[in-house]
């Protein structure tokens, strides 16, 4: 249901956009971000946009990534400036009808997952 897009290789300082779609559900009165997974290294919290439009980030990507949200096409984006080798890794889109606040930031609070692309950054 999330089909996830724009991965690939990029060099450091360089920038790329991955988007999101969902279909057959809609998620616009819900919470829709991104995870990333690093090789051998567990899928951490990325970004999260709400239906508000309030958006939240990790501390690694905080005034390098910025997430948007077009309800119409139920797409979620995450735009990726100033690349670092370190941001390497499998992106996953995530998105949930209902989370509370403090759940946002867990792997296992989400329903909905897309299937991940790939984001390689060569220094």
């Known amino acids: 249901q999330l089909q996830a897009s724009g991965g690939g290789l990029v060099q450091a300082g360089g920038s790329l956009k991955l988007s999101c779609a969902a279909s057959g559900r809609t998620f616009s009165r819900g919470v829709m971000g991104w995870f990333r997974q690093a090789p051998g290294k567990e899928r951490v919290f990325v970004a999260t946009?709400?239906?508000?439009?309030?958006?939240y980030y990790s501390d690694s990507v905080k005034g390098r990534f910025t997430i948007s949200r077009d309800d119409a096409k139920n797409t979620v984006y995450l735009q990726m400036d100033s690349l670092k080798p370190e941001d390497t890794a499998l992106y996953y889109c995530?998105?949930?009808?209902?989370?509370?606040?403090?759940?946002?930031?867990?792997?296992?609070?989400?329903?909905?997952w897309g299937q991940g692309t790939l984001v390689t950054v060569s220094s």
């Open positions: 946009i709400w239906r508000s439009g309030t958006t």
């Open positions: 995530a998105a949930d009808s209902s989370l509370i606040y403090s759940s946002q930031f867990r792997v296992s609070s989400y329903n909905y």
